[in-house]
């Protein structure tokens, strides 16, 4: 296996079916560009003249447009900026915490990444778009759903205050699982 010696970024971007590694190569003598997304060759480009511009691939099982722009800062030093759905990774983030609900927990000594995308009722675990059954409940909606041998539930219920909107919470047998930070 050749060395990643030219290994000038790597990003992390969390999307509903997971955590997406992107890794970026970029030989300043030689011009390569090489896109590795989860370890997996993406792109390669040898022998590039012109050192500055972009590359355009796609993340996940949604396949999510990604661009790396690249940028001269001076002289021989370089920028190398992540863009998701043409977004600047920190702004996707941003939005998609808003768009999204994540948890995280272990179910019999196995981990899940459960994520909900609030716009569609999606559910998503461990990268996997999961068979739901929703209800009308007196306080709200539930969304039924199963893990291996647990049956999990989002509820989604007013918060009576309208900034906050609705507030989802995972419940998996009894226990409210409390909500990811990505």
């Known amino acids: 296996l050749e ?41 390669r480009k040898e022998w590039m003249f012109k050192l500055v511009g972009k590359e355009t691939f796609t993340v996940g099982a949604a396949k999510t447009k990604a661009t790396i722009n690249i ?42 990444r459960v994520v909900l995308e609030k716009d569609t009722m999606d559910v998503w675990c461990n990268g996997q778009k999961m068979e739901t059954a929703g209800e009308f409940v007196e306080d709200g909606t539930e969304t039924h759903f199963s ?18 909107g609705i507030i989802h919470t995972l419940i998996v047998g009894d226990r409210e699982i409390p909500e990811a930070v990505e």
């Open 147 to 164: 893990v291996g041998d647990y049956s999990c539930c989002i509820k989604a219920v007013s918060s009576g205050k309208r900034k906050e």
């Open 71 to 112: 940028d001269a800062v001076s002289g021989f030093a370089y920028e190398y900026t992540l863009e998701i759905n043409g977004k600047s990774l920190k702004k996707y983030m941003e939005n998609r915490s808003k768009t999204t609900n994540t948890w995280v927990l272990s179910l019999g000594g196995t981990d899940y």
């Open 3 to 43: 060395k990643m010696t030219d290994l000038v970024a790597v990003w992390e971007v969390a999307l509903s079916d997971g955590v997406h590694k992107i890794e970026f190569e970029h030989g300043t003598t030689s011009g390569k560009r090489v896109v590795y997304v989860d370890g997996k060759e993406e792109i």
